[in-house]
């Protein structure tokens, strides 16, 4: 049977989305200990990044005692707080942050890195407004617009977010990260083309996270191209780790509707 999105009732389509997105920005992570928000670098200040979960604890401890030492030292409470958040202690990050915005109130990595744990826990008009304050209409950084994109998206102010990512572009053409978060963002607006073009699109540059491989899956199966879906889904990985993706994406596709709806991280602010 073809899952449709323009044929589903509002609820449905929404729990459908809902469902879909968050196994999409799950899958393949299986292996190291990952956060989806905890990419890149913040305002290239932060420590190269740690990929096992005991390089996460030991960042946690140095940089902690960085912290403690001199809260007013910004560098050391962006990573910290990122340590914090990979190690899903998100509120603690926010709080870092928030005290090492006030003493650096003109500090624009600092709110970028605000702004991203203020979406992190959901709170996403504080997180807007800090995010707002991290770059100037001058001088725009793509990755802010970005996440500011993202969070619009949170809210569903979707045309809105839309419109930022596509300044974004228009300072980094064909950045993955932008693409993908594009691309979700019309999978909200129900625009199953779009979104599949732009996801081809951005699974096609060098350096495409390998999300952009199982989102551009999805939506391929939400458009009824099955055999290509499960196709992306497995390319290029080990032989368990591409079963298990084609068995999730299976499940999101076979998915009925279970009462309440799930949590969803839609497009990523990173950082």
Known sequence: ???????????????????????????????????????????????????????????????GDRYKADPSNAEAAINYARALRATDQRAQAVAVLEQAAIRNPSNMALLGAYGRALAAVGNYQQAFDALSRAHTPDNPDWSILNAQGAVLD?????????RHYSAALKIVPDEPSVLSNLGLSYVLTKDLKRA????????????????????LALVLGLRGKFAEAERIAGDG???????????????????QQKGSRPYVPTPNPGG
């Open 1 to 63: 049977m073809r899952l449709s999105l323009r044929d589903a009732s509002p609820r449905r389509a929404r729990f459908l989305v809902a469902a879909a997105l968050t196994t999409a920005l799950t899958l393949g992570l299986a292996g190291c200990k990952t956060s989806n928000d905890i990419t890149g670098s913040i305002g290239g200040r932060s420590a190269p990044e740690p990929v096992t979960e005991s390089d996460w604890r030991a960042a946690l401890e140095t940089w």
């Open 154 to 162: 949170q809210m569903g102010r979707n045309a809105e977010a839309q």
């Open 196 to 215: 599949e073009i732009t996801l081809r699109r951005a699974l096609a540059q060098p350096g495409a996270d390998p999300k952009v491989r199982q989102n």
């Open 237 to 255: 990985l080990p032989p368990e780790q591409a079963a298990a993706n084609v068995a999730n994406l299976r499940q999101v596709l076979s998915e």
